[in-house]
């Protein structure tokens, strides 16, 4: 078996440590030694966008990250949004707007979105399109996914 | 309707998919499983010589390692229409990805590790992947004739070959006739979630855990496999993270049953997207169309020949081509018609039934036709299909299930929304189909209904749910007979031993099949309510209503959650209600029942083509279906829109990609592309036509693939009302288009305006 490394981590805003192999994937960490599954694995090739997370403020596919390389580092899952069983507004315009059918791409793209909507507050259909264009979702609800953003982020703003 | 039933309910489950909590197949984690790792062979047809494991066994954690040698022999075949299919390769491959030993190990990582040191002495044998190669003189078969025994076409590569035909298309009279040739490519179904499985040995019996969309057939699959009876065999299912027909049955399940009991130990396997491109795929075409037309416009004949290409094994795939081509002549009013659909074996991965069931092959050729006809014609293809389109009542299949529903009023429908009529630009153009498919044509499903003592209640389902939203809409039935909030329901789903039987999640059956399951089983509740209420109020039955949520007596009415508290009295308990809903084979008929409902859906699309590069741009794209009731309009309209998308796939970009010697090409997501958000019609509009005359609950009809049928026509037809180039090949990718447009047949005019539509785009990006 392969030499192990102790990281540390922030994980949805707590502290953890976790002994790793040189292979495993931050995607690995999350849902197998962390337990949190919420974070979904698809591809494994960073095309599908199911394992998104955030790493330190920005988005990345978390199949694609080795788990040393999250030594250190600030990350937040599908998990670490609602707080004490409160959607988000984000979360709840998904359901609203129909943009969950079978949900395994969901979270995703609601990680996705909220990166998209952090980074700019007001976007156009196109923007909102082109931002979630490396999240694959094959029931095809796209029209509803990018409606939920929208609807997000007006909301917002009231 | 004063209850949930028409509303866009909230999805039952919701907050638990948007925050990570819901737990698929893939988050479940059993104490002590091992992991389990595919070994396949980088070829498509070979004979094992010998398979080497030794160096695969001293990987540490490895546990086993399982090849055909270690199962009972004969090694066990399985499949849903012929039991074809062996749980692992027995002496030679059929197909590239086949597995021919499995390795199971601690950690996935030493499986994988084991998976690559197992040495496979192999000798690649030519292998058929195309219709004309598996029909060619001295092609090899793909099965072992001893497998078909009886069988007169044992010793040919056609599995079988179904004919239907009525009047005689010989001595009809027509003054035009239109004939072409089609092709349907091999596609995947590519749900985000990858298929998998977990079995466990559960006291002297087996548990597995899967993605599959059918656990009633697949907990009789296993128990036949393992010689259990059926109640010592428990299939767990979550809700499965997409399925379109891919996961309908067995794959793996089988293998990693073997290798649990032999283990001990749990297994579980889950596959990669790259193996699940090499488990399930769509059931590629030929089609030859031929049809006779009137000067009026009226078809006087038609005759189609389908050839379909199956896998190695033909999994559920023959049933698809049989239910396919038996509505390639269309909805249409067609005096005679002669269809030869033909299932055709190849070295190929097994296909098997993706949404849509072997109708979006026949109708991409017949409805193209149709356009080719209606240029010939010179009738408007609108007009066109409404003088020929059956009109409510009409047998357009001889002796089967009448037109059901007001089509015509799809079609205008659509047609008006896409704008038809009104000028296009050039460079633009557009096209109009209609699909239809037959509905299921068997059923059984049972729901059990419990409301408990404190009115709320607990209800079960055999159904899946992945991704259409089935339980949303049983439980929006449920409240609106039982008069209770859906937040008080719980229902139960996905698991053999807890949920009563139903035959499957297939052919856009549930709504209406188990939501009258369901219904019956409320209804039986509210009849124990009625006797209840006649006892506890000294009332005669006679005199008490008990519907909607509430008992009406003479005198008042209560609503059902405060009444049941009253008569279930001290002890409590429950009032218990069970529905089945049943639709029995028909003896001599050709699918050996009619079908329940059909589903029909008209789509029309807006598409510019760019001359210099061949891509099409769609502009718009209406699609309409008859659904009879929308029992949640937000998840119809999903549904529609979805399956328009996913139909947008195999229309414009998606293919395998097989070499001479049969291996694929363009395994996994860098080399497949499936639409995008960057791939959605710069407006995409949905609509239904509701005339509440389904057999469903409150009239509604099975819906879910209709949007999906004939989106490849449409498509087609508004790339040669734009180019005047006819492509009878799918997908449409930009290179096909391109060669179309510049080879001297076509009509190379597109050149000029791309303004409009451009201009178009950009007000749709800033506003809707």
């Known amino acids: ?158 | 309707m004063n209850g949930p039933v028409g509303t866009s309910a909230e999805r039952v489950d919701g907050p638990a998919r948007v925050s990570g909590g819901y737990r698929y197949l893939g988050d479940i984690r059993l104490p002590d499983v091992l992991h389990a790792k595919l070994v396949t062979l980088d070829c498509a047809r070979a004979r094992i010589r010998s398979i080497d494991a030794s160096a695969a066994r001293r990987v540490p954690g490895v546990v086993q390692v399982l090849t055909a040698a270690d199962l009972p022999q004969p090694v066990p075949r399985f499949g849903p229409q012929f039991r074809d299919r062996p749980v692992l390769a027995v002496a030679e491959t059929k197909y590239h990805g086949e597995p021919v030993a499995a390795v199971a190990a601690e950690t996935l990582a030493a499986a994988e590790d084991a998976a690559r040191l197992i040495r496979v002495e192999y000798e690649e044998l030519p292998a058929v992947c195309t219709i004309a190669a598996a029909l060619a003189q001295g092609a090899p078969l793909v099965q072992d004739p001893a497998l078909r025994l009886g069988d007169p076409l044992a010793n040919t590569n056609v599995l079988q070959e179904h004919r239907y035909a009525w009047g005689d298309t010989e001595t009809a009279a027509s003054d035009l006739i239109v004939a072409g040739t089609y092709t349907f490519p091999m596609v995947t179904h590519f749900a985000i979630e990858r298929h998998g499985c977990i079995a466990a040995r559960d006291g002297d019996g087996i548990t597995i855990w899967s993605t599959i969309q059918h656990p009633f057939w697949l907990q009789r699959t296993i128990a036949e496999l393992l010689s259990l009876p059926l109640a010592k065999v428990r299939v767990v299912a979550p809700d499965p993270g997409g399925g379109f027909g891919g996961k309908q049955h067995a794959k793996y399940e089988p293998l990693v049953a073997f290798m649990a009991m032999r283990a001990g130990r749990p297994v579980r396997l889950i596959l990669t997207l790259e193996e699940t491109f090499q488990a399930v795929r769509r059931t590629s075409a030929q089609v030859r169309v031929r049809t006779g037309f009137r000067a009026d416009g009226a078809i006087t004949f038609r005759e189609v020949d389908a050839d379909y290409l199956l896998g190695a094994y033909a999994d559920i795939a023959d049933r698809l081509v049989s239910k396919g081509s038996y509505v390639s002549c269309g909805p249409y009013r067609i005096p005679a018609a002669r269809i030869v659909a033909r299932s055709i074996l190849s070295h190929t991965l097994p296909s098997t039934a993706f949404r849509g069931f072997g109708a979006p092959q026949p109708l991409w050729a017949s409805e193209s036709n149709m356009d080719e006809a209606a240029r010939a014609l010179g009738i408007d293809p609108v007009e066109l299909r409404l003088r020929n389109l059956a009109r409510r009542g009409e047998q357009f299949i001889p002796g089967d299930t009448p037109a059901d529903g007001a089509w015509e009023q799809t079609v205008r429908k659509a047609a008006e929304l896409v704008g038809w009529g009104t000028p296009v630009p050039a460079g633009r153009g557009r096209g109009i189909a209609v699909g239809i498919k037959p509905g299921p044509t068997t059923g059984l499903s049972y729901a059990t209904v419990r409301l408990l003592a404190d009115g709320s209640v607990v209800m079960s389902s055999g159904t899946s749910d992945m991704g259409q939203g089935a339980r949303t809409v049983y439980v929006q039935i449920a409240a609106e007979e039982l008069g209770v909030p859906m937040d008080r329901i719980t229902l139960l789903m996905g698991d053999t031993a807890v949920v009563c039987y139903d035959q499957q999640t297939s052919a856009s059956r549930s709504t209406v099949l188990m939501g009258n399951a369901i219904t019956y089983a409320c209804r039986e509740v509210q009849a124990q309510l009625r006797t209840m209420a006649a006892r506890h109020c000294q009332v005669d039955e006679s005199a008490i209503e008990v519907a909607r949520g509430v008992v009406r007596l003479p005198d008042r009415q209560i609503p059902i959650g405060e009444f049941v508290r009253l008569g279930l009295g001290r002890l409590g308990g429950e009032v218990i209600g069970i529905g089945e809903s049943r639709k029995e084979h028909v003896p001599g008929h050709p699918l050996s029942g009619s079908p329940v409902f059909f589903e029909f859906n008209c789509t029309a699309v807006d598409a510019e083509v760019d001359a210099e590069t061949g891509d099409i741009l769609l502009v718009r794209h209406v699609t309409v279906s008859d659904v009879g009731k929308a029992i949640n309009p937000m998840q119809v309209r999903g549904q529609d829109e979805g399956a328009a998308i996913q139909g947008l796939g195999h229309t414009l970009m998606e293919q395998y990609i097989l070499d001479e010697s049969g291996r694929i090409s363009n395994l996994g997501a860098l080399d497949y592309r499936i639409p995008t958000s960057m791939d959605l019609p710069l407006q995409l509009c949905s609509d239904v036509v509701e005339n509440a005359d389904g057999p469903g609950p409150y009239g509604a009809k099975g819906m879910s693939e209709g949007a999906l049928l004939c989106v490849a026509p449409a498509v087609a037809a508004a790339v040669t009302d734009a180019t005047g180039a006819v492509i009878r090949d799918l997908p449409l990718t930009a290179e096909r288009v391109w060669r179309a447009l510049s080879t001297p047949a076509a009509d190379s005019s597109p050149t000029a305006t791309a303004t409009a539509a451009a201009d178009e785009q950009r007000r749709c990006a800033d506003g809707t």
């Open chain 1, 1 to 158: 078996m392969s030499r192990t490394h102790l990281i540390r981590l922030t994980v949805n805003r707590v502290p953890r440590q976790v002994e790793v192999t040189p292979r495993h994937m931050l995607l690995d960490l999350l849902r197998d030694d962390l337990g949190l599954t919420g974070t979904k694995a698809c591809c494994l090739v960073g095309e599908c966008g199911a394992c998104t997370v955030s790493l330190d403020g920005r988005i990345v596919n978390s199949c694609l990250v080795l788990a040393v390389e999250a030594d250190g580092a600030e990350v937040t899952t599908i998990e670490g949004l609602a707080t004490d069983g409160h959607l988000t507004r984000l979360q709840q315009a998904f359901l609203d707007e129909g943009a969950v059918q079978c949900g395994y791409c969901t979270p995703g793209q609601v990680m996705a979105a909220r990166d998209l909507l952090a980074h700019n507050p007001h976007p156009t259909t196109a923007e909102i399109r082109e931002g979630l264009a490396g999240n694959l979702c094959r029931c095809s609800c796209y029209a509803q996914i990018i409606a939920a953003v929208s609807a997000a982020a007006a909301e917002e703003e009231k």
